[in-house]
């Protein structure tokens, strides 16, 4: 069974960094590209970017360009997204997300993890 | 890249059918057979309903289907149930490896 299990809550001040992760099972990691998906409070769905674990290849959506940064280790099957100095509008959930059957579509996301950036 | 543009809210009553636009351009939606919906409920990670246009994932009930002319798909329910009720967006391939999702849109069921 595929699964991604993304890391807690957490609550941070603005200028802080943070790396959060999502731990995957169940299919061979270095093969799928993995997506992040941000969801601000009572908004919509933004495709952020992806990584293929298997070489480390990166696209980024281009407003999140410089915003972020995607890794992934192989060795334990998680992939990463880093946020060099959080602002307030960062705070959102955030998804990780297989992107599967070739890479042409989204087929299992995992449950979340919200970010709260708060002075 | 921009939002696709879906209506913020569509209704129906049960056992209706109702359909869902999601319009692009010809870099987007139109360019590419990569449109896929997905279902998100209030607290819960979205669901994907519909991949490539038209095809349905395994466990996906087949009064889903979706549909594509021109720059515009389409999600399509029939019979419409109450736990259909939920946040709807469509997504689209828009070339160099990109996505982009619809904005959304809010089917109540009456």
């Known amino acids: 069974e595929v699964q991604l299990e993304q890391s807690g809550a957490e609550v941070k001040k603005p200028g802080e960094s943070l790396k959060i992760s999502c731990r995957a099972s169940?299919?061979?990691?270095?093969?799928?590209?993995i997506a992040w998906v941000r969801q601000m409070p009572g908004k919509g769905l933004e495709w952020m970017g992806m990584i293929f674990p298997g070489d480390s290849d990166t696209r980024y959506s281009p407003p999140f360009e410089g915003q972020v940064a995607m890794s992934a280790e192989t060795s334990t099957a998680t992939a990463h997204l880093h946020f060099s100095s959080l602002k307030a509008a960062d705070t959102a959930m955030y998804y990780c997300a297989r992107q599967g059957f070739g890479g042409n579509s989204i087929d299992y996301w995992g449950q979340g993890t919200l970010i709260t950036v708060s002075s | 890249q921009s939002a696709l543009t879906q209506p913020a809210s569509v209704s129906g009553s049960p056992g209706q059918s109702i359909t869902i636009s999601c319009t692009g351009s010809?870099?987007?939606?139109?360019?590419?057979?990569?449109v896929s919906w997905y279902q998100q409920k209030p607290g819960k990670a979205p669901k994907l309903m519909i991949f490539e246009v038209t095809e349905r994932p395994s466990g996906v009930s087949d009064r889903f289907s979706g549909s594509k002319s021109g720059n515009t798909a389409s999600l399509t329910i029939s019979g419409l149930q109450a736990e259909d009720e939920a946040d709807y967006y469509c997504s689209s391939h828009v070339g160099d490896s990109i996505w982009v999702f619809g904005g959304g849109t809010k089917l109540t069921v009456l």
């Open positions: 010809s870099s987007d939606v139109g360019g590419y057979n990569l």
């Open positions: 169940g299919y061979s990691f270095s093969t799928h590209w």
